[in-house]
């Protein structure tokens, strides 16, 4: 009979390095809270539910603090019978790279639930459900940088996308339930084809930890390469279905309309860098072998779809409803565009840290001001519409609102004073460049010149004489906006503000080794 004993049991037994997991596992245990406290907490009371989901990721922010100073720390790590532990074999590993993109995804989260406070009230969503489904989707986005295995960063996908199906559909006026099945059904066709790629890949390599990946593909026999360059190919299919990538962004300008305002603006940030972290992660570390390929592929990749978004941005009427929201949505494919430049570079670099940082950088900048941008939208649109033209003569009635929007929109464009606009789309532009990517750079500047145009419309229109009518009518109306709103635009104006005058704040992060 064979013995199933082993020289030394407690090799099989390891702790759990709570420290390093706790950001998403408050936002977890705080999803719980708010799912268990709607069932007894009696009607009038349940606006607290959204006190207390925007206080549980709060409290998942602070749980970064710990983590920022040393080492990386890992943990779910495989153990040889000595109880060495080797980092290339966990499954969570709390870096650098997990900690900047979850301070993107919960404080982008957090944001959105500032945002989302007047429009849970105003349209009367279930509360309750509403934030459980923000908190859970949030979780997701915010295991997703810290996972290194494939098994992992693929639950962890569908845990942030599943609850923002339903969080488009809570919209009630029938255009939710569209939106919400357009996202979904495509999302299911990604997450599929997604899924076949990992089995190539696992068959290829014999795992599905990021580094033994890499080292399986890189001496896997000649009869199996065709096989691992397909599922290296598929598996990036899922990932560029969350950025917004060409042509997987179908999807965004009527999932964006449809959905409610604050799971748009959500979507469209935190949506984004959970798809874009994982994108990095199986590309520079999983899939580095296929540098080469995986580079020209993402380098053609993000050509056409800052192209694709800022050629759908300028045929988008001004006049027409919710054309505001379509905007900001079309501006999104193109912010995407811009988004996969370094990583496109860091297929041509020796080591993937500098274009890597370049990428984050880029997407903090994003993540700040184009929050800010829903914020103010979701503020004209209490009173007036989420068409442009709805924005023309804002200065006349509410100036400081008029000026953020300006000011975001600056960013966004990357002109003065949005200097940190400036500054990231320069940090993206050199990634290129050292990389050899000519042609890349001057596509994008191009891009970055037309994409001037409906930015500075729309900015224009901010200052244009407005409407005596319009004027009077909000004069009669309340001006004081709901609490939520003025701490969402107080928040993204503050933080686009002094990073423009210090941008070395998150600019450092370009400069250093994410990994």
């Known amino acids: 009979m064979t013995s199933l004993a082993v020289a030394n049991p407690g090799s099989l037994i390891q702790s759990v390095d709570w420290v390093a997991i706790a950001p998403p596992l408050i936002a977890a245990v705080a999803a719980l809270a708010v799912l268990v406290t709607d069932l007894f907490l009696p009607e009038r009371h349940k606006r607290w539910l959204g006190r207390l989901a925007a206080a549980g990721l709060a409290l998942a922010l602070l749980a970064l603090l710990p983590l920022t100073g040393g080492s990386p720390r890992a943990t779910f790590c495989l ?11 966990c499954s969570y590993v709390a870096d650098h790279f997990a900690l900047v993109f979850q301070l993107l995804a919960l404080g982008g989260a957090l944001i959105a639930a500032l945002l989302s406070m007047h429009t849970v009230e105003d349209q009367n969503l279930p509360r309750g459900e509403y934030w459980f489904l923000l908190l859970s989707s949030a979780t997701g986005a915010a295991l997703l940088p810290a996972s290194r295995d494939l098994a992992t960063m693929v639950i962890a996908l569908e845990v942030a996308s599943l609850p923002a199906f339903a969080l488009v559909a809570l919209r009630r006026d029938g255009r939710g339930a569209e939106a919400a099945f357009k996202f979904f059904v495509s999302s299911v066709t990604a997450t599929a084809v997604m899924l076949l790629g990992i089995g190539f890949v696992y068959a290829a390599s014999g795992s599905l930890h ?29 990932f560029a279905f969350k950025v917004a990538a060409v042509p997987f962004h179908f999807w965004v300008p009527d999932t964006y309309t449809g959905a409610p305002l604050p799971v748009a603006g959500y979507l469209s940030v ?12 199986a590309t520079t570390v999983a899939f580095r072998p296929y540098a080469h390929t995986w580079g020209l592929v993402l380098a053609v990749l993000a050509a056409v779809t800052m192209t694709v978004g800022n050629v759908g941005a300028l045929r988008q ?14 501006s999104s494919v193109g912010q995407a565009g811009y988004l996969l430049v370094p990583l496109a570079a860091a297929g041509y670099a020796p080591t993937g840290a500098d274009p890597l940082g370049a990428t984050a950088a880029y997407a903090l900048i994003y993540g700040v001001v184009n929050l800010g941008a829903f914020g103010v939208v979701a ?20 100036r400081w609102t008029a000026l953020a929007l300006a000011f975001f ?39 970055v010149v037309v994409a001037l145009y409906y930015y500075l419309l729309w900015t224009a229109r901010l200052f244009a004489p407005a409407d005596a009518s319009a004027v009077a009518a909000e004069d009669g109306a309340e001006r004081r906006l709901p609490v939520g709103l003025t701490a969402t635009l107080g928040l993204t104006a503050s933080a686009a503000v002094v990073l423009s005058v210090a941008p070395q704040l998150v600019l450092q992060v370009a400069g250093g080794s994410l990994f």
């Open 270 to 281: 935190v949506g984004k860098a959970a798809g874009l972290s994982g994108l990095a992660l």
């Open 409 to 447: 929109l600056l960013c966004l464009a990357g002109l003065p004073p949005g200097v940190i606009g400036l500054f990231g789309k320069v940090v993206v532009f050199r990634a290129a460049v050292d990389a050899g990517l000519g042609w890349l750079a001057v596509v994008m500047a191009v891009n």
């Open 379 to 398: 503020a004209v649109g209490r009173r007036a519409g989420t068409s442009v033209d709805d924005f023309r003569g804002l200065f006349a009635r509410n």
């Open 79 to 89: 153990r040889n019978v000595a109880g060495a532990t080797d980092t290339t074999g």
């Open 210 to 238: 990021l580094g033994a990946v890499a080292q399986g593909l890189e001496h896997a026999p000649a009869q199996l390469k065709a096989l691992a360059e397909a599922g290296a190919v598929l598996t990036l299919v899922g």
């Open 317 to 330: 009427r001004f006049d027409t409803r919710y054309s505001a929201v379509r905007l900001l949505a079309w």
